[in-house]
């Protein structure tokens, strides 16, 4: 029982392509987040749903577009892959108060060729 | 904007030993709430200890523990007896405790330390 799930781990696809990643999560909270996490591991905050609803946009370019269908789950859709789109992508959840962590799920790393 | 730091982009312990990972945050915000995560080769972010800026007290997950000092903003992992299971990055974060409303609800990362265990 995951409490965070995301699919697929691993995507190998060619630029110029489109993609979609899935997460969802059983622990009930309110808020789900997309980040990137870079080659050389630095994570950086993409998206942000409390709700369905979106919170956070990091100057994301707009290939990127998170949806929501309800607070249970967030998937990311990639139009147009580029090369510098290859890096790993994790979703997190978490719920108020903020002194509670984030779960994250297992990551997906993607992989443009 | 606040913003996390950590000095040691890579560490080494050797097995049994203590080892200090360092991290430092800047913020104009009096009440924040800070974490360690974990990242090991499996890619998973694991919390390893938390820490709410309004406690004095500091911090402590068996063999984990943090030197918080809130006047210096610093926020330092202490690991005793390492062990190889504790090879991996460690991730300091830094969460706004206006979080609760929800447009300032965000995550700031350090780069991250890469802390290796010599047996």
């Known amino acids: 029982d995951t409490a965070v799930s995301q699919t697929p781990k691993y995507l190998v696809t060619q630029m110029g392509n489109d993609k979609s990643i899935k997460c969802e999560q059983n622990l009930g909270h309110d808020t789900m987040y997309w980040y990137k996490q870079d080659s050389k591991k630095f994570l950086k905050i993409m998206f942000s749903y409390n709700n369905k609803e979106l919170i956070i946009n990091e100057t994301v370019p707009n290939r990127f577009s998170p949806k929501s269908p309800d607070k249970a789950h967030l998937n990311l859709h990639i139009n147009s892959l580029e090369l510098g789109d290859s890096a790993v992508y994790f979703c997190?959840?978490?719920?108020?108060?903020?002194?509670?962590?984030?779960?994250f799920g297992d990551g997906t790393r993607l992989s443009i060729l | 904007a606040q913003t996390v730091t950590q000095s040691q982009p890579e560490m080494s312990v050797q097995e049994a030993e203590t080892v200090t990972l360092s991290c430092t945050y800047d913020?104009?915000?009096?009440?924040?709430?800070l974490f360690w995560y974990k990242q090991p080769p499996s890619r998973q972010m694991i919390l390893v200890i938390r820490?709410?800026?309004?406690?004095?007290q500091n911090a402590t997950e068996n063999r984990f523990s943090v030197n918080f000092q809130k006047a210096a903003k610093s926020f330092s992992l202490k690991i005793s007896d390492s062990q190889l299971g504790d090879a991996a990055m460690y991730f300091c974060a830094y969460r706004s405790a206006l979080s609760w409303e929800t447009s300032y609800d965000k995550v700031i990362f350090g780069p991250g330390t890469s802390l290796s265990v010599i047996p």
């Open positions: 997190a959840s978490s719920q108020a108060p903020s002194n509670q962590p984030q779960h």
């Open positions: 913020t104009s915000e009096s009440d924040y709430y």
């Open positions: 820490q709410e800026a309004y406690k004095q």
